[in-house]
């Protein structure tokens, strides 16, 4: 049984390691900056890392906004109904994904399919030396692989979370006027005049932007960081996976602090 100088040897080891992490990924970021002229230089890689983080993402992206768009549908007009207040269905629909559920779900479902994907190449690519071997014939892998998969993230995240936002409102639509019938002009009158471009768009645009840009950050650092073993590159993932989601949820709660704190 550990005795208390041994967990207090545990702790600081810990706290050390955590704390050298956070530093090496400050200067990984810099240092990825520091390489994106490279990046948007070559703008086909570029483009192709947009395709395989963005378009492969959309069908899982818009499959989900249409089904939670349905919920939503479902669960406002039985919520609204008790209320008397049923035509606001499209308001309660479109606050609740541009300002929330659009950024948060979409941010989670990318961290899950893109982010682990763009780790596991990364750390099967340190883990074969192709990263050494970028060094050996003095090509850059922050400039080749890492950052144009960093900016691919930070362009698609934003773009995916309009259209589940988008796709989300429709599966409301669908839910709220052809199946239950609630009034089709109402639906999208209340909704146009509800709905603030700035405070509500604009801010749910930034969040998903934030969003995109700190699950890039991770999935790019987790997998240039792993272990070069199969298990290294597992464990990596799933801290891809893991730590994407708990920077979604505590950057929207400071998000929405400051946002929404006037309003």
């Known amino acids: 049984m550990p005795g ?15 704390v050298w992490r956070l530093g090496f990924a400050t200067r990984f970021l810099f240092a990825i900056l520091a390489h994106s002229g490279t990046a948007f230089r070559r703008l086909p890689l570029t483009l192709r ?55 948060v779900v979409a ?23 192709q990263l050494k071997a970028m060094d050996m014939m003095a090509v850059n892998p922050l400039a080749r692989v890492v950052a144009p998969r960093f900016w691919a993230g930070v362009i698609s995240m934003p773009l995916l979370a309009a259209m589940f936002s988008a796709m989300g409102v429709f599966g409301g639509w669908l839910i709220g006027v052809v199946f239950i019938g609630v009034d089709d002009g109402a639906f999208w009158s209340q909704m146009q005049s509800s709905v603030d471009f700035r405070y509500d768009i604009m801010n749910g645009v930034i ?6 840009f700190a699950v890039s950050l991770i999935a790019v650092f987790e997998g240039y960081d792993s272990v070069p073993t199969a298990e290294g590159v597992s464990r990596a993932i799933t801290r891809t996976v893991v730590t994407s989601a708990m920077a979604i949820l505590a950057l929207d709660f400071i998000l929405t602090s400051f946002m929404f704190r006037g309003n």
């Open 49 to 103: 890392e947009i395709y395989f983080s963005g378009v492969l993402s959309l069908l899982i992206i818009l499959v989900s906004g249409l089904f939670v768009g349905l919920v939503l549908g479902l669960q406002g007009y039985e919520t609204l109904q008790r209320y008397g207040s049923t035509e606001a269905l499209g308001v309660l629909v479109a606050l609740s994904l541009v300002r929330e559920l659009g950024p």
């Open 4 to 18: 208390p100088i041994d967990l207090l040897r545990h702790i600081g080891h810990a706290t050390v390691n955590r």
């Open 207 to 212: 969040k998903s932007a934030v969003f995109g």
């Open 107 to 129: 941010g989670l479902l990318f961290a899950s399919r893109a982010g682990s994907s763009v780790t596991a190449e990364i750390g099967l690519m340190k883990a074969t030396e």
